[in-house]
């Protein structure tokens, strides 16, 4: 994925939010983020369903270390 520190600061929107290629004449949107393609939309969405998952274990985690620690 394309690091994307430089462009909070009000981005142009010039190119995709993956792999940061130009735009064709579609410009595809997924949660607010401007993609070049069905291949960019697809990797989006597998990335954000691995950070999905993440956070459920991670979360899950804490919890079961929290729940040893009080015992």
Same mark, same amino acid.
């Given at each position: ?5 430089? *462009? @909070? =600061?009000? =981005? ?7 792999? =940061?290629?130009? @735009?064709? #004449? ?8 401007? #993609?070049?393609?069905?291949?960019? $939309?697809?990797? @989006? ?7 999905? $998952? *993440?956070? #459920? $274990? *991670?979360?899950? #985690?804490? *919890? ?8």
């Amino acid at each position: 994925m394309r690091d994307n520190s430089h *462009a @909070f =600061g009000g =981005g142009s929107g010039r190119c995709c939010g993956i792999c =940061g290629g130009k @735009f064709g #004449l579609i410009r595809y949107y997924c949660w607010r983020t401007a #993609l070049c393609s069905k291949r960019c $939309v697809d990797g @989006f969405k597998a990335q954000r369903e691995i950070n999905q $998952v *993440a956070s #459920l $274990v *991670a979360s899950s #985690l804490i *919890a079961c270390m929290s729940d040893s620690i009080r015992r």
